[in-house]
DNA sequence: CGATGAATTGAACAATTGTTCAGCCATAGT
DNA sequence: ACTATGGCTGAACAATTGTTCAATTCATCG
């Protein structure tokens, strides 16, 4: 597209010269929404900038108590929308803050390839990083989900930062628990599990026990979830159920898995669940309290819940909240 | 106000995280209206700042029309508004620009403390020059007009770069030649007289014979006027009007003037004339011609009158504008 | 202690901005 | 040549943002 010129024309002429919409399409003969939308592009294209001078966080409170509770690191509270989508969107965003902050110069980076690190995708900036490479925790899940595979996904996590991606070949979940052991002694597979055990850090999602409170979870028929939950199963992080102690839930199920135990993965510094929604509050709980992870990305609603704050309401009355 | 920490919180959570004014303020307990205050504020105090990045100017087409035409050093184009208050801002939003650019780091600068001059003040950010000095042209004119007298307008403009501002201690306009004779005799008046016009840069309105097209012709009589018309008049700058080779206009009322003479301003390199307007076209096109001024700062109607050309649309159909 | 006036508030209104959808145009494949 | 297909357009609608104005609060002064 060579409209580059055109956008940042009409950028100059809305932001800076104040003119409506209307205005720049009757001086430069475009209509007015054709204006709009060269401004929405601009935008996206990362042509206007707008910057914040300040120092303020607007949920400091929430992540000051987070923190706190749970003696984390660090954690980024992201606004909650009635509307899902918006929620997603908002907890991405934070997500890649997370992200900026963390990802370190030169190292490994183990992802856990779910929907919540999907979020974040969108909301990254190219940022050269080439002497970082992003391993998979775990193999990959067979259908798209969400309209995102797994491979897409460490792909374009990779490109953003100009990074090596690696590919474990194998599926996260096979087909039985002796599959499951010729997977994880194929070459390839351990080699590539050996650098996810050795990374700097961490990024998953966390899922609860709930039908679609994880791709995973919704994959699972209903007998493998009644026996998950009789073991004391209360969420998982790629693949691996764990119970109210933070413990891993051993099984048939867990010797399918093709993936970092939660052990091995409990031994990378820097650990980043993100997660969010009511369905994964208890999950998220036990992550955090138990330790398996020590930082965290989500939404208000959620972080509310977990440390049983009301508000980040400023002085009296607050209203009804997303 | 303590409102800043407030205002940086509403900030993020609109540009940063999307959320509308309605939403802001449900979860900080505020009216949307009070939101929105908030957020005016906020872009007012420079907290938010918008960045365009792109090298595209909107008007470079009529700049560079400009300059061609009349063999500028450069020249400011900002948008023509049907609102005139707007316009004026415009125009000194642009000035403000020019100043930005073209104030040295350390010398002298004069300023023609005229309306248009005014009308930058707004504009500009605080940026400190501790080592250059403000000089005004001529003395200064006794009442109010536009809320602005010229005593308030160099000491903003001076605290605006953090620089000295020096005063002028007489009227613009004397009773009698004799009187300004005197004045001029002044030493006061003349060591001020001398450092303006061995400045580095000059910043001045150009007025035209219209009433209403500057403060200094609204204050002349009627008979003046005519008497300066049949002198060849056809406009001024800091009260020394011009004919049409530009040379100045003898008489009575310019032996009144205590200010720097025509061939003194010439002596400064860098002469930017600020000044938009129909009434004004003539008088800037005589300044720009006759080499009087050698940059200029103004609206797109009056570039389009100065150059001939009609429009700064891209492609087909221009519109009515502005 | 009440009067006065400036500053602040939010409801109602006005303007601007954003989105949807049906129609149009161009391209490519029969 | 004829028609799918997909992107592009702007009119109409919907949502958000901005402004005005009367009411109210609050501090100051008589």
Known sequence: ???????????????????????????????????????????RAG?????????????????????GRYGLQQAWVAPSFADARRTWDSVGMAGAECLRALVPTTGTVAIG?????AAILPHLHPEPRPDIGFVPLAGSWGGMSRGMNPHELALKLGSAFGAR???????????TPEAGAAFREDPGV????????????????????????????DALSAAERTQLAADGAVGDISARFFDTD???????????????????????????AVSFGPH??????????TGLMNMVVTDVDTAKSLTGKTGTALPGTERKSG
């Open 1 to 43: 597209m060579e409209s580059r010129e055109l956008q940042g024309r009409v950028a100059r002429l809305h932001y800076q010269h104040g003119m409506t919409h209307q205005e720049i399409g009757d001086l430069l003969g475009l209509s007015r929404v054709k204006v709009t939308r060269l401004l929405a592009d601009a935008r």
């Open 190 to 217: 351990r080699e590539t599990m050996a650098l996810a055990g050795g990374a700097d850090l961490l990024i998953a999602g966390v899922g609860g026990m709930d039908r679609a409170s994880g791709i995973l979870v």
């Open 113 to 117: 390839l779910s929907s919540s690190v």
């Open 280 to 289: 994964k509050v208890a999950a998220l709980d036990t992550a955090l309290r």
């Open 246 to 272: 933070g413990r891993g839930v051993p099984g048939r199920l867990d010797e399918r898995v093709v993936g970092l135990s939660l052990e091995a993965l409990s031994a990378i510094r820097h650990r980043v």
């Open 165 to 175: 991606t690696y590919h474990l070949p194998a599926p996260i979940l096979a087909s």
């Open 47 to 67: 042509i206007v900038e707008i910057r914040i001078h300040s120092s303020s966080n607007p949920f400091e409170d929430l992540e000051t108590a987070l923190v």
